[in-house]
T-cell receptor
Framework: AQSVTQLGSHVSVSEGALVLLRCNYS??????LFWYVQYPNQGLQLLLK??????LVKGINGFEAEFKKSETSFHLTKPSAHMRDAAEYFC??????????FGAGTRLTVKP | EPEVTQTPSHQVTQMGQEVILRCVPI?????FYWYRQILGQKVEFLVS????????KSEIFDDQFSVERPDGSNFTLKIRSTKLEDSAMYFC???????????FGPGTRLLVL
């Protein structure tokens, strides 16, 4: 079954600094990969997804992620952090119409 | 833009009571899901539903749980006899025919006392 590992349960950056949230996956078939963001007391919002097209995927709010098959990774980046980016970020993997498996989440803190 | 909606947003119940959580998926979607998130933990898959039947379920989805699509729009999760450990945020999601992206509702926060 597919699975996801997110390295680092907490990441803290300064405003304007690079954001890098790590995600590694395991899947028996070519996966679909997703990043979701969860703001406090809210639901899950799709940031971006990889579904076997371009390996560099651009999402909302200036985030992007690169699918690297050789490294089984799908790390999320943003060149310059903003205070409003503070949230919980979840990487997820799916094998099509099956269930989606989520990572444990990474809480991003942005310091002024 | 179409959205998945869920009601109620919050529910408090006594242990042993039955609860029904309701979801209205995006109208042309074909695949439906329930997930839960215990406070401070990761999102966990409960069940997927397609063509009016369960297509997959996790070990969490025991006999206390059931799902139904009673009409063309609603998708419900019933917990027959709630336990304290059922306290969590429950998310509904739906996906269209291309089987790419699941869209999540805002969740129902269930508190079992």
């Amino acid at each position: 079954a597919q699975s996801v590992t997110q390295l680092g349960s907490h990441v803290s950056v300064s405003e304007g600094a690079l954001v890098l949230l790590r995600c590694n996956y395991s899947s028996s078939v070519p996966p679909y990969l997703f990043w979701y963001v969860q703001y406090p007391n809210q639901g899950l919002q799709l940031l971006l997804k990889y579904t076997s097209a371009a390996t560099l995927v651009k999402g909302i709010n200036g985030f992007e992620a690169e699918f690297k098959k050789s490294e089984t990774s799908f790390h999320l980046t943003k060149p310059s952090a903003h205070m409003r980016d503070a949230a919980e970020y979840f990487c997820a993997v799916s094998e099509g119409n099956n269930d989606m498996r989520f990572g444990a989440g990474t809480r991003l803190t942005v310091k002024p | 833009e179409p959205e998945v909606t869920q009601t109620p947003s919050h529910q408090v119940t006594q242990m042993g009571q039955e609860v029904i959580l309701r979801c209205v998926p995006i109208s042309n979607h074909l695949y439906f899901y329930w997930y839960r998130q215990i406070l401070g933990q990761k999102v966990e898959f409960l069940v997927s539903f397609y063509n009016n039947e369960i297509s997959e379920k996790s070990e969490i989805f025991d006999d206390q749980f059931s799902v139904e699509r009673p009409d063309g729009s609603n998708f419900t999760l019933k917990i027959r006899s709630t336990k304290l450990e059922d306290s969590a945020m429950y998310f509904c999601a739906s996906m269209d025919y291309n089987q790419e992206t699941q869209y999540f509702g805002p969740g129902t926060r269930l508190l079992v006392l």
